[in-house]
């Protein structure tokens, strides 16, 4: 019996899901416990015995087991969930409370909770980034710092304020209140974006890690798509946003090297997640409600659809970006906006357009506004000024990911 | 072929899931590789951690554990070896010497004189 990828931190994150639920938010640290003993148990068990049939099943029990242990043993000295308490606290009730806890559905709703508890507004979106990756994707602090390419105390900082913050809410957030659920569902949406862009646009140089983000995003978005509460047409567009640009993920970082838009090799593009994301968009399309994430699906799939990048259709690109503003106007907007314009109607253009930006200011620390402005010099034949705009953001490349890039752009200028 | 028993003792698990699912794939290869080449007798068995200790003529009975933790015998395996420096070559694949483990590896007596 092989063990499928990542099972066990899946499997980490469902157990500390439910288990929670059980023992109460309060009890967060005591949940990681319990699942850190079950996978102690398998370790050891398994080693001798080969894997079980059912490694998730095999978990889960034990995990559930161990939950009765613990209830049974602590239920004077502790309070669990309160609202468990009267079931937990009778022998009557107990295991069959706990064995519902345990049932297929009540783990899927468990880590919908969990996700809706970690974007609480008092935490940062940060912090609320951060606690979802650990605590329901199972990535240790020096996963995470691994992944942010970020040090280890700051990363251990953020995580450990945030779960005082998370036990400190006494309880978890009820996901089967309409209302709530409506009104907590974009800060949700917004973490599981964030986390996206971690993988696609973040620093770690590591393949295997963009993409292990991306997918996380993409499996946890999905569970939203799960609940009818969740299935909204933003919800749609958010995961059809994911997919459309994971399914360029392996053209664009290669080797753990950036590869320019321009230079992607579009075969290496994942035809499965594509085809996903054109599905997922369809299905956004079903009401009145534009966001920004059905703009930023659109103009992904305007990429990902085009077959060669001459055939890109910078048009309609612009006229997303257009509408874009309108909803989420931001500097990087309207520059991703002016390079699709430049794209269109040239450098010259290009340029104007970075010129009329408002508070462009904002951009002179960002690497590459620096890097757009050195591709229009480079297309106007004025290559000493490409040069110095590219030595411009290398001076600002916050990781060797790009930094590497800029150096092989600024080459490209002699 | 003589037989070996190989104890293992230690060995951390680590705090990660990630980190527990890549030991216990190389446990997995390592165990298959050993099998394929006919060096396994018997896996073993896993042992818990804890336990009791019957002492002396009075045996007196006292809890468990007997040792630091880096010292309990977590398992055992029975092993086909040419002889102790081939089984203790073999030992060397062992995941647990990753993870600040050890294997102990001990002939097992022959019965002929």
């Given amino acids: 019996m092989e063990l499928s990828e990542h099972l066990f931190r899946h499997e980490a994150g469902r157990m500390v899901a439910t288990l929670t639920r059980i023992f109460g938010v309060h009890n967060l640290a005591l949940a990681e416990d319990v699942v850190q ?22 978990l889960m029990t034990t995990a559930k087991n161990r939950a009765l242990d613990v209830v049974r043993r602590e239920r004077t000295a502790r309070t669990f969930a309160p609202e468990l308490t009267r079931q937990l606290e009778s022998e009557w009730t107990l295991a069959h409370t706990v064995e519902e806890q345990f049932g297929a559905a009540a783990i899927k709703d468990d880590e ?121 047409p933003s919800t749609y567009a958010l995961a059809a946003l994911m997919s459309l640009n994971a399914a360029r993920l392996p053209a664009r970082v290669v080797a753990g090297n950036l590869t320019a838009l321009a230079d992607q090799d ?93 508070d462009v200011k904002r951009l002179e620390t960002y690497p590459f506004f620096h890097a757009a402005l050195g591709e229009f010099e480079i297309r106007r034949g004025h290559l000493q000024d490409a040069r110095h705009h590219f030595d411009a953001a290398l001076s600002l490349a916050r990781n060797p990911m790009e930094r590497n890039f800029f150096e092989q752009r600024i080459r490209s200028c002699k | 072929m003589n037989e070996f028993v190989f104890l293992y003792r230690g060995g951390e698990t680590g705090r990660s899931p990630e980190r527990a699912q890549q030991m216990m794939q190389k446990w997995m290869a390592w165990f298959k590789d050993l099998a394929e080449k006919g060096h396994v007798k018997d896996r073993g068995q896993p042992l818990e951690r804890t336990g009791k200790l019957v002492n002396g003529t009075r045996k007196t009975v006292t809890d468990g554990p007997f040792a630091e933790a880096k010292d309990v015998v977590g398992g055992f395996t029975l092993i086909l070896a040419k002889d102790l420096d081939e089984a203790a070559d073999l030992s060397k694949g062992c995941p647990i010497l990753e993870v600040d483990g050890q294997v102990e590896v001990r002939p097992v007596m022959k019965l002929n004189m």
């Fill in chain 1, 37 to 58: 003993d079950a996978f102690c148990r398998a370790l050891e068990i398994w080693k001798f015995r080969g894997v079980p049939e059912n490694p998730s099943a095999w």
């Fill in chain 1, 112 to 232: 919908l909770r969990m996700m809706f508890s970690c974007c609480s507004p008092r935490l940062s979106e940060e912090g609320q980034v951060a606690l979802i990756l650990h605590i329901l994707c199972g990535f240790s602090v020096d996963e995470i710092a691994g992944a942010f390419v970020s040090s280890h105390a700051a990363i251990e900082k953020r995580i450990t304020r945030s779960k005082k913050v998370l036990a400190d809410s006494k309880k978890l957030f009820d996901v089967s209140g309409c209302e709530d659920f409506s009104r907590r569902l974009p800060a949700v949406q917004r973490a599981l974006y964030l986390l996206f862009n971690e993988g696609y646009h973040g620093a770690s140089p590591e393949a295997a890690v963009r993409s292990e983000l991306c997918h996380e995003s993409i499996r946890l978005t999905s569970l939203l798509l799960q609940n009818p509460l969740g299935a909204k």
């Fill in chain 1, 266 to 358: 579009r075969s290496q593009f994942d035809q499965r997640l594509a085809e996903q994301g054109q599905r997922l968009l369809e299905e956004a399309a079903s009401g009145p409600e534009l966001t920004d994430y059905h703009l930023e699906a659109a103009i992904a799939w305007a990429h990902t659809s085009a077959q060669r990048s001459e055939d890109t259709d910078w048009a309609t690109i612009v006229s997303l970006y257009d509408k874009l503003m309108a909803i989420r106007p931001s500097p990087i907007v309207a520059l991703n906006r002016a390079i699709a314009v430049a794209q269109r109607e040239g450098p010259q253009r290009g340029l104007e357009e970075i010129r009329a930006i408002q």
